[in-house]
């Protein structure tokens, strides 16, 4: 039997079966262009969409406009190493090691350590930002170009407070530099662009948005931050943020890490606070701040309503010092400044900010709620001085002791000023103990605190404060709100609702 006829069975068989598979992968490929295709015409359709709609513009345009400014610093620290000192792992035998680690341990010495920076030149003279914390402790500076140079800086001034600091290169030829941006124009959502030397690699971009405005990270006095979704690192430290104009809107400072890396979490110094900082660092080499004299907290749900205020914004006065503007003003504790200069204090720390940036001699206007009422104040405002003078208190005498309330109350004699660490021009009573059941318990009182006032009536004795917490928390609504002092710091407690019933 011939075997053309198999061969040419076969054959046709395969082409049947490889034209069902052509026809199969057709009909699938119409299947899965057909939506496609429809979205590219739809596409090519809407003329009428913005191009920012679709895609983002090209940084690139930016980056070269404003990377020569951008610096990498390079500092020479001295840091003693010994009893506290990291040792790094150490080759050769255990003895070896023993004994490098035995001889370290019995001589401390000190060594040079290089920290690794960024800054921008904000003046073609060759003025550079940074943070403070960049600077802090050198004792040689180096700044790095773009091109490769390197030369000499002078710290000009720095401000802790801050976290800023001013740098001084001379090369003998104008450099390139950026601008101030204003950060109040910047909103949440809007792109940023960080530029900084990560890890000391140098030169590096990095992108993203704004994620909010006005944090507070406990850093210093003055915190209001941008936080910041573009990358940062160890070493973007004093490197500039800047907006999609090239300008400076703040100057990135710190980062939230759980790992020591960038989890999209940074923070930058916003421009409006960082440049008149800058300014009088190289008019005068130092900051100068406005001062009102008092001691503030936030208003918190129990104190607003234990003072009558319509709403929760302002500032709680828990103390004034004396021979202060407040005090000469007459503004006193239990005060609530709910305005400075006709702007409202919203959150407590907005207080700090503005009285700072008041230039000093100059008059301000305070918006007061005192005792349900409000009241406006005129003062003059004065220079922050660097200490403040505690006055004293010479009394003597022998503790006398009462019990209200689950607490069990002390005079306050100057042997319990010293130990407590109150300020001898404090007055009031000694919580000597207290139960867990008392109504003050609720509120946080312990022992050691000086009740001050009790609804803002002065206390001097146990007698008077047993009075007057009786009469507070016989009445109807238990009103009750405390000033205390705790370790030389004053601070208001209220009684709540939510408190009270345990």
Do not use: C
């Not at 929760?312 to 003003?329: C, M, R």
């Not at 200069?341 to 720390?349: D, I, K, L, P, S």
């Amino acid at each position: 039997m011939s075997s053309k006829p198999f061969a040419h069975g076969v054959e046709a068989s395969r082409a049947q079966h490889l034209r069902k598979i052509l026809l199969a992968t057709t009909a699938a490929a119409v299947l899965v262009l057909a939506p496609v295709a429809g979205l590219e015409f739809a596409r090519a359709q809407d003329v009428s969409a913005p191009a920012s709609a679709t895609a983002l513009p090209s940084l690139s345009p930016l980056v070269k406009k404003v990377m020569p400014a951008v610096v990498n610093i390079s500092v020479v620290e001295s840091q003693e190493t010994g009893d506290s000192a990291q040792l790094e792992p150490t080759p050769g035998s255990p003895l070896d090691q023993y004994l490098r680690r035995f001889f370290q341990n019995q001589a401390p010495e000190r060594r040079q350590v290089t920290a690794l920076g960024s800054g921008f030149i904000i003046d073609p003279s060759g003025l550079i930002v940074t943070n403070n914390h960049v600077v802090d402790g050198a004792k040689k500076v180096t700044v790095l170009f773009q091109d490769g140079s390197k030369h000499p800086a002078k710290i000009l001034g720095r401000d802790p407070k801050t976290d800023l600091a001013l740098l001084k290169v001379d090369v003998g030829h104008p450099l390139p530099y950026v601008s101030w941006g204003d950060s109040q124009r910047e909103n949440v959502g809007d792109w940023v662009v960080a530029i900084g030397n990560p890890f000391g690699l140098g030169g590096t971009v990095s992108a993203g948005i704004i994620s909010a405005r006005g944090r507070d990270i406990g850093a210093g006095p003055y915190d209001d931050f941008l936080q910041i979704d573009a990358p940062i690192n160890r070493g973007n430290s004093g490197g500039p943020t800047f907006n999609l104009q090239g300008e400076v809107v703040g100057i990135n400072t710190a980062i939230y890490s759980p790992n020591g890396g960038s989890v999209g979490i940074g923070f930058a110094i916003p421009s409006d606070l960082a440049r008149p900082i800058i300014d009088q660092l190289h008019e005068h080499g130092k900051v100068t701040r406005g001062w009102l004299g008092v001691q503030i907290q936030e208003v918190t749900p129990a104190l607003a309503k234990a003072m009558g205020l319509p709403n929760e914004h302002g500032a709680v006065v828990a103390d004034v010092t004396k021979g202060s503007p407040a005090d000469k003003a007459g503004i006193k504790t239990g005060d609530v400044i709910e305005a400075f200069n006709g702007h409202e204090v919203t959150r407590m720390r907005d207080l700090p900010l503005m009285v700072a940036g008041t230039p000093v001699g100059s008059e301000a206007k305070l918006q007061i709620w005192r005792k349900g009422g409000e009241t406006t104040l005129t003062l003059d405002i004065a220079e922050q001085p660097a200490q403040l003078q505690v006055s004293s208190n010479d009394e003597s005498g022998t503790p006398e002791t009462q019990n209200a309330a689950g607490v069990r109350l002390e005079s306050l004699t100057p042997e319990l000023h010293r130990q407590l660490h109150v300020p001898g021009n404090v007055k009031g009573v000694v919580v000597r103990s207290i139960s867990d059941s008392s109504p003050l318990a609720s509120i946080g009182v312990e022992p050691g605190d000086v009740i001050e006032t009790v609804n803002q009536q002065n206390v001097t004795t146990p007698g008077e404060a047993v009075e007057k917490l009786k009469a507070a928390l016989s009445g109807p609504d238990k009103r009750l709100m405390l000033l205390l002092n705790r370790h030389g710091v004053n601070e208001y407690v209220a009684l709540s609702e939510e408190s009270n019933q345990g």
